[in-house]
């Protein structure tokens, strides 16, 4: 499941100024942390994004 450049990808990446004031659900990714002042979160912890969160996301690879 988790090889990467097949099947699914996690990739931590940093939230875009569109992003910031969102939910984690209104993004186009699957999100499944924040981290946030350098502390991990689950995403049904964190009501908003703020400027300077990372978050983690899972991707499908759909050439494979």
Known sequence: LLNQGKGLDLI???VTA???GRT???DRDIVLAVVR???IMRFDTV???GEGDRIVVVRSRRDT
Do not use: K, T, Y
Request: no cysteine.
């Open 12 to 14: 931590e990446r940093g």
């Open 18 to 20: 569109d992003e910031v």
């Open 24 to 26: 984690v659900h209104a």
């Open 37 to 39: 002042g350098g502390i």
């Open 47 to 49: 009501d908003q994004l």
